[in-house]
């Protein structure tokens, strides 16, 4: 380590004002800083600080993403043999699933973070670490089918107008990483849904070659039900990418057809413990989602016309995106609420738009994303009440106080 | 009994260094320096000129618009050097002691049979004016206003805090004096808060006073916490503020007749050998209570005052006009720590959840251990802000300067020390007391 850096002091002068290579100095600046803490000392205000920044935050919530991405790898190798039917080990599933995937998380991290480098440059500030997070959760909430150049354009166009022009991370109003699906879901609407994008039958650089299943369908469970004919879920099951059925245990552990990230409820909890207890995320936010959602589901269950509306609580909460959204999306501290009322209603409204979406729109069978993103728009306006009130009680003391004088 | 508030939020930071409860005499030194900026709102005038002698009482400078207010030097020698800045700015008043400690005589004079306007005449002459503060602006308070209440701290909450109990043994007397000649100066009460654990029967049976019981971590000794508790500012209201300590040295002044500025310090801080109390006048030069007493070979912070709200100084520097104790901490600038995002180093503190606290006591040094970002992580200032007032929202309408909605957020009501832990806790880095102190100036100049 000493050897490093003794090297980062010899070339550091380089990347200074001055230095050939000073258009790179946000760049060195960033390595430096992820290889040693800066020892710069504090000039004003107080003399100590607390250990953590916003590095250790946002390698937080990639270390409580990564079993999600894990059993996401995993699942994506399961399907894909299941679909074209050859037995396979656990390893192989997982390297097929890590193959799949890293491309994309390259394209992702790279395409983003080169972005955020040069306009970091150009705005002579320090590089925010807010797309190490987005960067990992962009594959994670994509069909594993999306093509690279996609991802390439997506991540470009949300990192540049959904974050960069509004000022860089801190200040965006909607999270980068839902608007890089939502480009996509409404630019390339046949590559994001249907049943054809969630299981890739193809091999990957040559792995798992081989023919797709004659019982092959690759519908997700929730689009399977938005387009049942069933009259109520008594009706109705659950099938896998093979015809088989579909256990509570399969939806739990994750594995389902779908988005990467989402697929495991349980590798979600255990995010979420992580979360929770390190207090990155917010309970509030996590659990307002969940009773938002509680809420909307005994109400469609109550008046249930189809099986989409009878699908009881616990099928809601395990498939789809709701978990995921709940956990790392909603929790996302820049575009949620910032005042703690504010994060109950703005999480309530999640769940319950989320499930509404689901339930009454069938173009479109998972509404996590839409949620969440409509209500990032109205985050600032549910603080500009709660903050209001404080207003109000403050103004209400001056009349009282002045009548008491006089 | 005393009425009992319970504050929930806060954070008692737990440093190494802690001083003990024993005195360890008086310190003094050769020169003596006074330095204007210590008294926020105060617009330095001089009244004496580099060679004059000086007595210990005679005015140094006087506040531009307030001649009244005077601040004088705290001993009796001879003007060596006036020390200037930029644009002229007045950094230190040196006064050479010759060593014969002769006191201006204000004579003795008892409380009870003076009128408020004797009251505030003989603490504006002794030069003792600067120990009351003002709430709005947090600074020297304006003589001619008057107060609605005046509030009192008995005691000292952050981190390695002086004991107010232990510093006013033997100085009951004074500290009633003290009291009583407040009650005087408003037409409302005077408040004196207490901490649970206080002892000393001065500050627990005192007259004069309504006093209240403040339980929980810093900032429950912060002033502005126990006013936001007890009866907030109004927009139009002037409140004022004291500390114990200040209260005693404004009694002595009544009792002995002297303008009598010896401080009780608390010598504290990780780096420090021999931890205790010392006696020393305001202005007196540190450097013989650090020699061979603090730790060797590294580099070190020396700070006046306490590590949240205290100034930094250099180690021939000089006890400043407010504080009461003294740090030394390490300053870390020769430590490079590798992968600090990804440590599980037992020795880095979080108020947070994100690192293992195994340790009982930390020793933190001066390092940002991070660089400066926009405000992203919520609900993190408000964990540590026991007050009505929403600091996230504050600190952004006072960062743009929107004077409507910080008068709506409670900007009157603060001052920055109350956002030390903030700071302290700030993943963002950020310096909010600096934006709270500017934008309280700004605020200032823009309403007078």
């Not at chain 1, 797309?131 to 354009?153: E, N, Y």
Request: glycine residues 8%.
């Amino acid at each position: 380590m000493k050897a490093l850096r003794n090297y980062l002091d010899k070339i550091k002068p380089n990347f200074e004002e001055g230095g050939k290579l000073h258009w790179l100095h946000s760049t060195y600046d960033a390595f430096e800083t992820f290889l040693f803490v800066p020892n710069i000392t504090s000039r004003s205000g107080v003399h100590i600080h607390d250990a953590r920044d916003s590095k250790r935050t946002m390698i937080i919530v990639v270390i409580a993403l990564i079993p999600a991405l894990l059993v996401g790898m995993y699942n994506v190798g399961l399907q894909h043999y299941m679909a074209i039917g050859q037995q396979a080990s656990i390893w192989d599933m997982f390297l097929f699933g890590l193959l799949a995937m890293l491309p994309q998380l390259v394209v992702s991290y790279v395409v983003g973070l080169g972005i955020e480098f040069a306009i970091a440059q150009a705005r002579k500030e320090e590089v925010a670490e807010g797309f190490l997070v987005s960067g990992i959760l962009i594959p994670m909430i994509l069909p594993v089918d999306t093509p690279l150049w996609m991802i390439a354009v997506a991540t470009a166009f949300s990192v540049i107008f959904a974050k960069e022009v509004f000022g860089g991370t801190g200040y965006n109003v909607f999270n980068v990483a839902l608007i890089t699906r939502a480009f996509l879901f409404f630019s390339y609407p046949s590559k994001m849904s249907g049943d054809q994008v969630w299981v890739r039958t193809s091999d990957t650089f040559g792995v798992g070659g081989g023919n797709v299943v004659d019982s092959y369908s690759g519908a997700t469970p929730l689009g399977q039900l938005a387009t049942s004919e069933a009259a109520n879920f008594s009706e109705f099951t659950f099938q896998g990418i093979t015809g088989q059925s579909l256990s509570i245990s399969d939806m739990f552990f994750g594995f389902i057809p779908g988005s990467m990230g989402e697929v495991s409820t349980f590798a979600i909890i255990l995010g979420a413990i992580l979360l929770i207890a390190t207090g990155v995320g917010s309970w509030k936010t996590m659990l307002s989602v969940f009773l938002g959602g509680a809420v909307a589901i005994v109400i469609t269950n109550l008046f249930a016309q189809n099986a989409l509306m009878d699908m009881p609580m616990h099928y809601h909460f395990l498939l789809g995106g709701f978990a995921f959204g709940a956990v790392f999306m909603a929790t996302d501290p820049v575009t949620s609420s910032r005042t703690e009322k504010g994060k109950w209603i703005y999480g309530f409204f999640i769940g319950l738009l989320a499930v509404a979406i689901r339930v009454f729109n069938p173009g479109y069978p998972e509404g996590m994303m839409l949620a969440i993103l409509f209500m990032n728009a109205f985050a600032p306006l549910i603080d500009f009440y709660v903050v209001d009130a404080n207003i109000k009680r403050r103004l209400k003391r001056v009349a009282t106080a002045k009548t008491a004088n006089e | 009994m005393a009425n009992r508030i319970k504050i929930k939020k806060g954070l008692q930071i737990p440093l190494l260094g802690e001083s003990e409860l024993t005195a360890r005499g008086t310190v003094t030194s050769e020169f003596v320096r006074i330095c204007p900026e210590d008294y926020p709102g105060v617009a330095p005038k001089l009244a004496v000129k580099v060679d004059d002698t000086v007595k210990a009482g005679s005015p140094l400078f006087y506040e531009k618009k307030h001649p009244e207010m005077v601040f004088v030097s705290p001993v009796s020698g001879v003007v060596t050097e006036i020390e200037r800045g930029e644009r002229r700015r007045i950094l230190n008043i040196v006064v050479k002691a010759d060593g014969t400690e002769e006191y201006i005589d204000f004579g003795k004079k008892s409380v009870a049979s003076l009128s408020p306007e004797e009251v505030k005449k003989a603490i504006l002459e002794a030069g003792l004016w600067f120990a009351i503060r003002q709430r709005p602006y947090d600074i020297v308070a304006v003589p001619n206003k008057q107060p609605r209440d005046i509030f009192v701290t008995g005691f000292d909450s952050s981190p390695l805090a002086p004991s107010y109990d232990f510093i006013l043994e033997g100085q009951e007397a004074d500290l009633q004096t003290g009291l009583d000649a407040l009650a005087k100066l408003t037409a409302g009460n005077v408040y004196l808060s207490i901490s649970s654990k206080t002892t000393n029967p001065a500050l627990r049976q005192a007259k004069n006073a309504v006093i209240t019981e403040f339980d929980g971590p810093h900032p429950a000794g912060n002033v502005g916490v126990q006013v936001n508790h007890l009866k907030p500012v109004n927009r139009g209201e002037v409140v004022w503020t004291l500390n114990a300590l200040n209260v005693a040295m404004i009694g002595r002044v009544f009792n002995k007749g002297v303008a009598d500025l010896t401080r009780t310090v608390a010598l504290t801080g990780s780096e420090i050998k021999e931890k205790g109390y010392y006696n020393m006048l305001i202005g007196t030069e540190l450097s013989s209570i650090f020699e061979g007493n603090v730790t060797e070979g590294i580099s070190l912070r020396y700070i006046s005052g306490n590590p949240l709200t205290g100034r930094k100084i250099e180690k021939n520097g000089v006890l400043r006009a407010y504080d009461a104790q003294v740090t030394v901490i390490p300053e870390g600038d020769d430590v490079h720590e590798a992968f600090g995002w990804a440590s599980f180093s037992p020795k880095r503190y979080s108020a947070g959840g994100t690192y293992l606290q195994l340790k009982k006591k930390y020793r933190l040094d001066a390092r940002m251990l991070g660089g400066p970002r926009a405000i992203i992580v919520s609900n993190e200032y408000d964990k540590v802000f026991p007050m009505d007032i929403f600091p996230e929202q504050l600190i952004k309408s006072t960062l743009a300067f929107n004077i409507e909605k910080m008068e709506q957020l409670g900007i009157y009501e603060v001052a920055p020390e109350d956002f030390a832990l903030c700071e302290f806790v700030d993943t963002s880095k950020l310096e909010l007391q600096r934006i709270i102190r500017t934008g309280l100036d700004m605020l200032r100049k823009e309403m007078e």
